[in-house]
């Protein structure tokens, strides 16, 4: 069983927005800093957002800083990605991370989720 399961990605035009959602089916995340990474086709695997374990810290990537908005609600074991202002540069397979470390997620989280796709084209 996955222990992390996204959903909330699609295909949006430029300048368009998705939420993308992250639910943990056999991880408690309120145990866990979350954070989302993404990979687009041909390059590595990218650090988007984190968010530690009752959100008082929150870092985000350069690249969509101002744009994408992370948090958590633990009561329904659930970390949320709200991306704005969506560019075609966006484009990529979205996933959720689980880290025990408790200053944000690492490179090397204890889980990952499968990935969900997320295309920005006109």
């Known amino acids: 069983q996955v222990p992390l399961v996204e959903s909330g990605g699609g295909a949006v035009q430029p300048g368009g927005s998705l939420r993308l959602s992250c639910v943990g089916s056999?991880?408690?995340?309120?145990?866990?800093?979350m954070g989302w990474f993404r990979q687009a086709p041909g390059k590595g695997r990218e650090f988007v957002a984190t968010?530690?374990?009752?959100?008082?810290?929150?870092i985000y990537a350069p690249s969509v800083k101002g744009r994408f908005i992370i948090s958590r609600d633990n009561v329904k074991n659930t970390v949320y990605l709200q991306m704005n202002a969506l560019r075609p540069e966006d484009t990529a397979i979205y996933y959720c991370?689980?880290?025990?470390?408790?200053?944000?997620?690492?490179?090397?989280?204890?889980?990952w989720g499968q990935g969900t796709q997320v295309t920005v084209s006109s």
């Open positions: 991370a689980a880290d025990s470390a408790g200053v944000g997620v690492s490179d090397s989280p204890d889980y």
């Open positions: 056999t991880v408690d995340v309120s145990d866990y800093s």
């Open positions: 968010i530690t374990r009752r959100g008082h810290d929150i």
